[in-house]
């Protein structure tokens, strides 16, 4: 079961930046031991989320809480290994479905847009949900590929104590001109996506970035862009494409230098 999932989620990261949502779950929590309980977070425009929040043994708790914001597709049960090795060192990670993603409240979706802004609303009810309930914990998102626009558009409405990204996209529209010369595919790009790099080059919260020098569409130039927003932020670059961190930087065990990034960036 382990082998299929890691093939689900590499094949889905190889032909990103389409959505591509699956309704149904690889897998859940309890199958990897993950101690959690299922949560259901209503939107202001009344969808509602299935959340799972993946908590820590109490003595191995970190006070940390990681919102998952994954990318434009699968669902969340693609990322359960990484939240499973996340746990495992004190994180309590809360993983969300957009709608229209998993059992999250069915949505219609044109699979040649990049993402929906309705998309920004799911992740800012998330974060309220979890800033009301773990209001003595360090609160970070853990944002992936459209998952980092999703951040960049809800940090404007909801702050947290520091962002995690990996495959940071500086500009829509880059995306765009990129898969149309890469794959000669036209994606669609949403209201209001002029408006993204000005709000990005106005976002001062400490980020911690990783980016594969090998990844061409949300590039290590990007990245640097973004670290350059702040002077705390860091860049981490990996021998590997688009969202292949937590593989790239595994040694004694999945993930682990990964993890050591942010444990020591959220301290």
Request: glycine share 6%; with cysteine; proline share 2%.
């Amino acid at each position: 079961m382990k082998n299929i999932l890691l093939f689900l989620f590499f094949a889905f990261t190889i032909k990103t930046f389409a959505l591509k949502p699956d309704l149904k779950y690889a897998r859940k929590p309890n199958d990897l031991n993950i101690n959690f309980k299922e949560q259901i977070i209503s939107t202001p425009d009344n969808f509602k989320l299935k959340t799972w929040v993946c908590s820590p043994q109490k003595e191995a708790d970190n006070n940390t809480v990681l919102i998952l914001a994954y990318g434009d597709a699968g669902n969340m049960s693609y990322w359960l290994n990484q939240v499973a090795e996340l746990v495992k060192k004190g994180f309590t990670v809360v993983t969300f479905d957009y709608r229209g993603f998993g059992k999250s409240d069915s949505f219609r979706i044109n699979n040649e847009y990049l993402y929906y802004n309705e998309f920004v609303t799911d992740l800012v009810s998330v974060i309220r949900w979890t800033k009301n309930n773990y209001k003595e914990n360090q609160i970070g998102i853990w944002a992936l590929s459209m998952g980092t626009i999703m951040s960049t558009l809800a940090l404007q409405e909801e702050n947290v104590d520091f962002l995690v990204a990996e495959g940071f996209v500086r500009n829509p529209m880059k995306i765009k001109q990129t898969i149309k010369k890469l794959k000669n595919k036209e994606i669609i790009l949403p209201t209001n996506h002029d408006k993204y790099k000005s709000l990005l080059s106005q976002l001062s919260i400490r980020t911690l970035l990783f980016s594969g020098k090998q990844d061409i569409v949300t590039t290590s130039e990007d990245s640097k862009f973004v670290q350059g927003l702040n002077e705390m932020n860091k860049l981490i670059e990996f021998d590997g494409n688009h969202l292949g961190g937590f593989k790239a930087l595994s040694f004694a065990s999945f993930g682990d230098r990964y993890i050591q990034e942010i444990l020591e960036f959220s301290k």
